[in-house]
């Protein structure tokens, strides 16, 4: 891990904490996550995303947990970005309380992809010759040697469509306000401005960072001046370790 020793709090905190880069597991942020969220001066939570997204699994048990966070522990929660809230990051983000963007910051493409090569006219020229010895008939789909059948398409095209509606229905749970026909239109993958997305609904309001903490702490009644920014310590390495 990254970070050190627990630092002693001193006073009612909103706990910053970041979402940054692809989402492969998810593992550092939610061990963060799960060991603050106990903390009975952590008052509220601020998540600073810059992330375009990653594996679906991670990035939704990173929404349950942030959801859990709020619901069983009673902790608010804020998301906020200046960079890119995109596809499995806007995905997590949906468990927050609030999601609150630059005007100018990246947010949306609610889709899912799965991405394909067809290198048999490579292979050729180059005379490798590939195949497989399986067990079924869809245990090599996808493989970049051959070209893809029809009836895998469908297979991968079905998976696609079912993720899809998981994403859908999420975000229609979480952003209820949304109207139905802007739902629709805007769930095609395409990526949008934050004042758009707050003009659509599918985040609540247009600010900085600080205006984020100060929405994080309203929401646990956290007066001005009265509380910190609790940032987790970093774990201090040595010059043998580097090495």
């Known amino acids: 891990s990254d970070y050190g020793t627990k630092k002693t709090l001193v006073r009612e905190s909103v706990l910053h904490l970041d979402l940054q880069g692809v989402i492969i597991n998810g593992k550092k942020f ?12 952590i008052k509220a939570i601020l998540i600073e995303v810059n992330s375009p997204g990653g594996a679906v699994g991670p990035s939704q048990e990173l929404y349950a947990e942030i959801r859990r966070t709020r619901e069983e522990f009673k902790k608010p929660i804020v998301c906020y970005t200046a960079g890119v809230m995109a596809s499995g990051g806007y995905y997590a983000a949906l468990g927050c309380d609030k999601i609150v963007v630059a005007p100018g910051a990246l947010v949306g493409s609610i889709g899912v992809i799965m991405s394909f090569a067809n290198l048999e006219k490579l292979y050729d020229w180059a ?9 079924g008939k869809f245990k090599d789909s996808g493989a970049e040697y051959r070209p893809m059948r029809d009836d895998e398409k469908k297979l991968f095209q079905d998976m696609i ?9 999420t975000v229609k749970e979480a952003r209820p306000s949304i109207k139905e026909d802007v739902l629709n239109d805007y769930t095609d993958g395409r990526v949008f401005t934050g004042q758009k997305a707050v003009d659509s609904g599918f985040a609540d309001s247009v600010g900085t960072y600080d205006q984020a903490v100060e929405v994080a702490a309203g929401l646990a009644g956290l007066k001005k ?17 580097w090495g």
């Open 161 to 169: 469509d079912e993720v899809y509606v998981q994403f859908k229905t």
């Open 127 to 135: 005379k490798i010759s590939r195949y497989s010895i399986m067990s």
């Open 30 to 41: 939610l061990e963060n996550l799960k060991d603050y969220r106990e903390e009975k001066d």
């Open 225 to 241: 001046d009265q509380y910190d920014i609790y940032e987790i310590p970093k774990l201090r390495r040595s010059i043998w370790e």
